[in-house]
């Protein structure tokens, strides 16, 4: 009789272990990643320009290639790069990219100008922004919603690595005036960047 006992006891106990892994796997499993994601984007030297659109690319568990195209302030922006510890949970991600600025071919815009006897005054001139090639260090903060989709901040630094001239056709004896100057400048890519995106999962 108690070896019927013992013999029930344990069969209960076996029978409530593989209960207990069996649901503990079920609900441990984490949701397979999304193998593409589209993505619409804004930012200040960001890939996307200051509006644009991301493709996204599973390479593996951990890693995403992303393309990118927009509108920026040195004309349309392209840009491709990896996404690193992409994993399908909120997670940093150190992202490493390269874009391209378009710029612009002759187009009028009204700035502050300075004759030879110094006297500032505006007037529309034709601007012509030669294009930019740019090597971009970034760390994302992704958060994942139950869909799959992807809330994307990123951080870093866009440095110049080639292009960016302009050239302003002027009359003898004019020239920018120092504001004029500072407002090209300004506009010219490369530097801190700050960029937004949502991805909406394509499994």
């Excluded at 076996?14 to 990643?33: A, G, R």
């Excluded at 920026?72 to 990219?97: F, H, R, Y």
């Excluded at 500072?182 to 499994?203: D, E, H, Q, S």
Aim: hydrophobic fraction near 40%; glycine fraction near 10%; aromatic fraction near 10%.
């Amino acid at each position: 009789m108690k070896t019927l006992k013992l013999g029930v006891l344990l069969s209960i106990i076996v029978i409530t272990k593989n209960l207990s892994f069996s649901q503990t796997n079920k609900y441990d499993v984490v949701p397979e990643s999304p193998s593409f994601y589209f993505g619409i984007g804004t930012g200040i030297n960001f890939n996307t320009g200051l509006t644009g659109i991301k493709l996204g690319a599973r390479l593996n568990e951990f890693s995403l290639i992303e393309a990118s195209a927009g509108i920026g302030s040195w004309g349309n922006k392209i840009g491709l790069g990896i996404v690193l510890n992409a994993k399908n949970s909120t997670s940093w991600c150190p992202v490493i990219s390269i874009s391209r600025a378009t710029g612009l071919d002759k187009f009028s815009n009204n700035l502050e100008l300075k004759n030879s006897s110094g006297i500032t005054y505006n007037r529309d001139v034709d601007i012509t922004l030669n294009p930019a090639t740019l090597f971009n260090i970034s760390m994302q903060r992704q958060w994942i919603r139950p869909s799959g989709n992807r809330i994307v901040l990123e951080l870093g630094y866009s440095i110049l690595f080639a292009g960016s001239e302009y050239s302003v056709i002027l009359n003898q004896g004019e020239k920018l005036s120092d504001n004029s100057e500072r407002a090209m400048n300004i506009l010219k890519p490369g530097g801190i960047m700050i960029g937004f995106t949502y991805n909406f999962a394509i499994k």
